[in-house]
């Protein structure tokens, strides 16, 4: 099973301020998602990377949030200035496959506080 | 707008017993992904259907897809209490260009209890 890290594990901030999440998938892969889910929720889909570039986003990805490769290995998610309702779970997810034949693979997640 | 919907949403099972959870869906796909959720942790994968008819099994878990009836269901035989965990189900989204966004259900909180 592909290994995914996330940093940090938990992030404690202010409203307004800005967060940047990271994920660092162990091999090179070609898709790369971020999934929130708000505690006691369900999985949300926030967006899509593939090669390189943004394919997909969900509504919730507003201009307040920014995804990128900065050093083609980590995959970053930016929320510009943040709100209390940002408070969530945050996900990076990688599918391994060049064909979507398999499973998309979790990262432990970084736990966002907003207060 | 794809929505998938998942029943029961708690279970609390006695070891030993057989149950089932539903996960319906809106629109046309065929492949549904079925993930485990302890308390605090991530996701992790138990089963990916890719086609009309498949059947997975894994242990006590069985899976299978009908997509005619857009329906999958998660098969528990003889629960015990390690089975204890939230269980999601999750459609993809495989239209012209989509990169394979998966759609959750809400989740079926089962608690097995000796």
């Known amino acids: 099973e592909p290994e995914v890290t996330q940093t940090p594990s938990h992030q404690v901030t202010q409203m307004g301020q800005e967060v940047i999440l990271r994920c660092v998938p162990i091999?090179?892969?070609?898709?790369f998602y971020w999934y929130r889910q708000i505690l006691g929720q369900k999985v949300e889909f926030l967006v899509s990377?593939?090669?390189?570039?943004?394919?997909?986003k969900s509504e919730i990805f507003d201009d307040q949030f920014s995804v990128e490769r900065p050093d083609g290995s980590n995959f970053t998610l930016k929320i510009r200035s943040t709100k209390l309702e940002d408070s969530a779970m945050y996900f990076c997810a990688i599918r391994p496959g060049t064909f979507s034949r398999e499973t998309q693979y979790f990262g432990p997640g970084t736990r966002l506080l907003v207060l | 707008e794809l929505k998938v919907e998942q029943n029961p949403l708690f279970l609390s099972m006695q070891e030993g017993k057989n149950y089932t959870i539903y996960c319906n869906y809106s629109?046309?796909?065929?492949?549904l992904y079925w993930y485990r959720q302890d308390p605090g942790k991530s996701l992790e994968s138990l089963f990916v259907l890719l086609s009309n008819g498949a059947v997975k099994q894994e242990g006590r878990l069985m899976a299978s897809l009908d997509t005619k009836a857009r329906l999958s269901t998660l098969h528990i035989t003889a629960a015990v209490h390690d089975l204890s965990a939230t269980y999601f189900c999750a459609v993809e989204l495989n239209y012209g260009g989509s990169q394979g966004n998966l759609i959750f259900g809400k989740g079926t909180k089962l608690s097995v209890k000796p």
């Open positions: 990377f593939y090669n390189n570039e943004i394919s997909e």
């Open positions: 629109t046309t796909s065929d492949r």
């Open positions: 091999s090179n892969h070609l898709y």
